[in-house]
């Protein structure tokens, strides 16, 4: 199996930064993209940033400028460095991966899609 394990969250005050990161682990040969997905109370999941193998990323218009996602390919990580935190970044902030080709046991799975447990992002003073 796949599995994403995010890390990075907490308390940081309007203003401050924060790095988030994704490590996918298993016996993965390849990915096609990563991403960062963002809930906050009572509202939809969003799509913050993604980014492909090949380096194309895309940003919500409310982090562009302020977010940057990067990736690191061979260690099947993900980042996001989040600057110019606001109180309305506050969230749980949710890692995915698309297009997943792996092998589980003697099993070869081609493009799956996985998400990971989520980290509590806070903007607060």
């Known amino acids: 199996q796949v599995r994403l394990v995010e890390s990075g969250g907490g308390l940081v005050q309007p203003g401050g930064s924060l790095r988030l990161s994704c490590a996918a682990s298993g016996s993965i040969f390849s990915v096609t993209a990563m991403g960062w997905n963002r809930q906050a109370p009572g509202k939809q999941r969003e799509l913050v940033a993604s980014?492909?193998?090949?380096?194309?990323?895309r940003y919500a218009d409310s982090v562009r400028g302020r977010f940057t996602i990067s990736r690191d390919n061979a260690k099947n990580t993900v980042y996001l460095q989040m600057n110019s935190l606001k109180p309305e970044d506050t969230a749980v902030y949710y890692c995915n991966a698309d297009g997943v080709t792996y092998m589980s046991g003697s099993t070869y799975y081609r493009d799956e899609d996985f998400w990971g447990q989520g980290t509590q992002v806070t903007v607060s003073s």
């Open positions: 980014i492909t193998s090949s380096d194309i990323t």
